[in-house]
């Protein structure tokens, strides 16, 4: 998997936060290329994949940032 | 305390007592006060109330008086049921569907097994039932738990087409059915809780067929008659009764319910990144739930609270624990923004459309405010 060319930290912001942060970096993003959004809110394992779908965006997977933070990756698609 | 002039729309959380509930309980709070197995006359009284609200129970779910015992919640009727199933096969292994109520999933982690399996859930929140007979159908499985319909989403489960191995129980926990669908026929033990269906809180049902092996998992002899200790006679009594009423009027209120659910569900999809969530046809009749992208449950709870309309969310900003919904979660819903609505027998259409107005401006407020 090739790095991500954008990573958006939302270790600290409660749900819905990291996906609407997800949201508002999205079009930040190349078509085709990835964005991380890391969160420790425990809805956003479930709520980036639930995105993903809504919006016809690509859920790649889950990692872990260096801290140990879940870090969700999605590639934009459209 | 809500509001009166709420519009309460959690009935699948707790209902307010049906009148019939309310006559029978104040009548027989004052006949019903002495110990059912004493042989004096108010003994004798409160048995003949504590028997007549076991047979009016057994006739409503299809089930012989004697099979009928009342617990002191739904939740404690499923710790007992299910447990009493799996101490009498000797087999700890409990098989259930992903999204049955957490007293199923408390009751799973209650005693650990290797045989314990959780089977997951379409799209729709629906067991496929060859799924669950194959989960059932390997060593160490001493019963299996399924719903009857979904408390958060509705959706119905294919209860009767479950064909489990031999010496294999199955329960069914129809506490969010009871009252709104007709019931699966196809059981071993069944529960239910009265405040779901307009009886008081404080009574739980547990029904265990004859012939099936059930013994007490808790302190006490393993007899279906006093569950947990001195039973409430007048509360059994007036569940009882609500039970009977509810069911005369269940077909009317459930077509009219089921219509303006559907307009509720046609409101809600009509909003921008708004999913509708469960079987949009077998479901119950009076229960909808949608998630709202970019909306905090919280939020939106309040925001309805402070319009008038009082509804429940699945929302992990909403829960004690913090945690999203497991049952929104194993169908891969949206989690966050999460609003679930269940009608009342006397919800009317204009509280519908009301409620519909009132979540479309809101969603949309909630949303421009954080700035999409």
Known sequence: ?78 | MSSPREVYLDSASSTPLHPAARETLLAAVDRGYGDPRRLHAAGRDARLLLDNARAVVAECLDARPDEVGFTASGTEAVHRGLLGLTTATGRDGIVHGAVEHSSVLHAVAWRSSSAHASVAVDVTGRVDPADLAAAADRPGVGAVALQAANQEVGTLQPVDEVELPAGVPLLVDAAAAVGHVPLPRRWDALTASAHKWGGPAGVGVLVVRRGTRWTNPFPGDDGLDQLGGFPDVPAALAAAAALQAVLAEREEVAVRQFALVDRIRAAAAALPDTEVVGDPVARLPHLVTFSCLYVGGDEIVSALARRGFGVASGSACTASTLEPSHVLAAMGALTHGNVRVSLGRETTADQVEGFCAALTEEVHRIRAEAGL
């Open chain 1, 1 to 78: 998997m090739s790095a991500p060319t954008t990573e958006i930290d939302c270790r600290d912001l409660p749900c819905p936060r990291p996906i609407i942060e997800l949201a508002k970096a999205l079009p930040s993003v190349a078509v085709g290329d990835l964005l991380a959004v890391v969160a420790r809110d425990p809805a956003a394992r479930h709520d980036v994949p639930a995105w993903c779908r809504m919006r016809g965006q690509e859920y790649v997977g889950e990692e872990r940032a260096a801290d140990g933070a879940p870090r969700y990756v999605v590639r934009r698609l459209s």
